[in-house]
Nanobody, 118 residues
Framework: QVQLVESGGGSVQPGGSLRLSCQAS???????????MGWYRQAEGKQRELVAAITVNGRPDYSASAKGRFTITADGAKNIHYLQMTNLKPDDTAAYYC?????????WGQGTQVTVSS
């Protein structure tokens, strides 16, 4: 069983920045069964959407809304992946959930709220 612990959400003004962290209980390697990891978000009344993901080999992928503003990274030594968010907009307000794909199954963090408001 994989456990993920998120941190780093909060409230910021438009144009501000936040960094989300997701600590995993598994080693970031393909030998250990990890395929990819990343972040989804879900705004109130909307479906959950993929924000960013990164493969265990380090290839990132972003949603159109995240590209150019968000950066996903992974620290294999600490088994933590991050989402650095800059130039935040009110439309980024949502609960953010990290995930890791381990042995072809997605495991999820508990979620952290990001609120962008003036």
């Amino acid at each position: 069983q994989v456990q993920l612990v998120e941190s780093g959400g909060g409230s910021v003004q438009p144009g501000g920045s936040l960094r989300l962290s997701c600590q995993a209980s598994v080693t970031f390697s393909s030998d250990a069964g990890v395929i990819s990891m990343g972040w989804y978000r879900q705004a109130e009344g909307k479906q959950r959407e993929l924000v960013a993901a990164i493969t265990v080999n380090g290839r990132p992928d972003y949603s159109a809304s995240a590209k150019g503003r968000f950066t996903i990274t992974a620290d294999g030594a600490k088994n933590i992946h991050y989402l650095q968010m800059t130039n935040l907009k009110p439309d980024d307000t949502a609960a953010y959930y990290c995930f890791i794909n381990w042995r072809s199954t997605n495991y999820w963090g508990q979620g952290t709220q990001v609120t962008v408001s003036s």
